[in-house]
């Protein structure tokens, strides 16, 4: 039996997986949790063999350190409208498993025991994102794939906020921010803040 620790908001998907877990002899879901925080704390209370956790993009940092971990079991990560370049850089991190939310039954089962036989599980859909995202990245040679965290700095420097402001929400250091922003203008090959925000709409870095 898999032992399954379910960290999501959501009552209704949790709901699912319970009632998934109660109809098949092969998993169980033995705790559940809101938030990644929530079950960095839950893996040494409730060892799971396997963690299923719901897309948050607020939560993107804390699921790839939480990943990078090595006492954290193998996750696998429900995620219909993720980045693809996040995606890439979640399964470098160590996430076993992307999938949609909306799977069947029989594959979100399946899914879940080839996480934990130890498979890395793509959904085509998100196969396919990475593949594109990949083709895009080539062709254009003079980008320096950024970092996770370069990434989400590079979010918030689009949301128009200061350095000082990043540090407080990332609870990272300022001269930490000046860093970040610093590596990204010189991979982007950008002359400003905003030039880098433009070329990172361009790219698909940056949400509209």
Known sequence: ????????????????????????????????????????????????????????????????????????????????????????????????????RDLSNSEMIAAIEAVVAGLIVLHPQELEGILATGSAAASDLSAEALSPREIEVLRLVAEGLSNKTIAWKLSISEHTVKFHVNSILSKMNAGSRTEAVTLGLRRGLVPL
């Open 1 to 100: 039996m898999i032992r399954v620790l379910a960290v999501t908001s959501s009552a209704l998907l949790r709901a699912g997986l319970e009632a998934l877990a109660s109809n098949s002899a092969r998993f169980e879901v033995v705790g559940s949790g809101q938030d990644v925080e929530e079950a960095g704390h839950l893996v040494a209370s409730v060892p799971p063999d396997l963690i299923v956790v719901e897309w948050d993009p607020a939560q993107g940092q804390d699921l790839l350190d939480l990943a990078a971990s090595p006492d954290t079991p193998p996750i696998l990560l429900l995620a219909s409208d993720a980045q693809p370049l996040w995606i890439s850089g979640a399964v470098r991190s160590g996430v076993r498993g992307i999938v949609p």
